[in-house]
């Protein structure tokens, strides 16, 4: 009752970090969370710095977000780090981001490793800065054999153009005769992604108060539960996580049926 007077705010009220990873950890934990990172450029400018200080910060949360998922459970946390789009902004802001997965991998991959944690990429590898190849390469051989949290960067990803891509794979497929257009379905086209093996996401985040995909896992989003804070992405942390997961296991999950499983 309290619940449904209060909403949200019943749900996250007291109790320390631990009791609620706890509660939370009872319940279904979605098997693969998506982030969109939004707001470091927001927080940046309240504090009257530059924009890349909000990148820098975002850096960090990135350790306190896997950190936290690992211990609960979920297995793919894939985070948006720079889109197909951002080749548009400042080369100074985009050299920064650039740099950032060096700078996050070689501060914290020694403690992803003792997490179990796996390192892995979406979005198109070629194109980007030798230095930042090697970094994310490096990082994904260290935690191969890892299998615990994947920690998934989305890396120079665009939704659309994976798509793109995919469907020209599977028109050479049936150019060559391996398959025929019959065999063209919602399976062959979720294995031609490059997030093929993995789950889709049950739960997408986005912070900053922004309420779009922005080119974001189109497809692999179709039956995720979304939600959105106004939390810019600096200062979201293990209670926004906890309090996006909560919300997740209160929602009701159809699938397009009539009767939802009653739990999530
Ligand atoms: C969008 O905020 C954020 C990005 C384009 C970059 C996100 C990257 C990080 C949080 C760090 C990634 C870390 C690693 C290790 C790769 P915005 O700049 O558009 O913010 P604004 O909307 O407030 O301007």
Redesign the pocket.
């Known amino acids: 009752m309290l619940e449904k007077i209060f909403g949200k705010k019943t749900v996250v009220a007291a109790s320390s970090i631990s009791d609620r990873m706890t509660t939370v950890k009872s319940k279904h934990i979605p098997a693969h969370v998506a982030i969109i990172?939004?707001?470091?450029?927001?927080?940046a400018k309240r504090r009257n710095l530059p924009?890349i200080a909000?990148?820098h910060e975002?850096?960090k949360?990135?350790r306190v977000i896997t950190r936290i998922a690992n211990d609960l459970g979920v297995k793919v946390l894939t985070?948006y780090?720079?889109?197909t789009e951002?080749w548009k902004r400042p080369k100074l802001e985009i050299d920064f981001?650039m740099k950032?997965?060096g700078e996050?991998l070689s501060t914290y991959l020694p403690e992803l490793i003792e997490q179990n944690v796996k390192v892995e990429m979406i979005g198109n590898f070629d194109m980007l800065p030798e230095h930042t190849k090697k970094a994310i390469s490096k990082a994904i051989e260290e935690t191969k054999h890892n299998d615990g949290l994947t920690l998934n960067?989305a890396?120079n990803y665009g939704s659309r153009l994976e798509l793109v891509e995919s469907v020209k794979e599977i028109v050479a497929l049936v150019a060559d005769g391996s398959i025929n257009p019959e065999d063209i379905d919602e399976s062959l086209i979720g294995s031609h992604l490059m997030t093929a093996h993995l789950p889709e996401p049950d739960l997408l985040i986005r912070t900053?108060g922004e309420v779009r995909l922005s080119n974001f896992m189109l497809w692999q989003l179709a039956y995720a539960e979304l939600s959105f804070t106004d939390v810019?992405?600096p200062d979201f942390d293990e209670i926004c996580m906890l309090n996006a997961i909560e919300e997740f296991q209160l929602r009701n999950r159809r699938f397009g049926s009539v009767e939802g499983n009653g739990d999530v």
């Open positions: 990172m939004d707001g470091n450029g927001r927080w924009r909000g990148h975002g850096m949360k990135v985070l780090a720079f889109s951002n981001l950032l997965p996050f960067f890396m900053s810019l992405w």
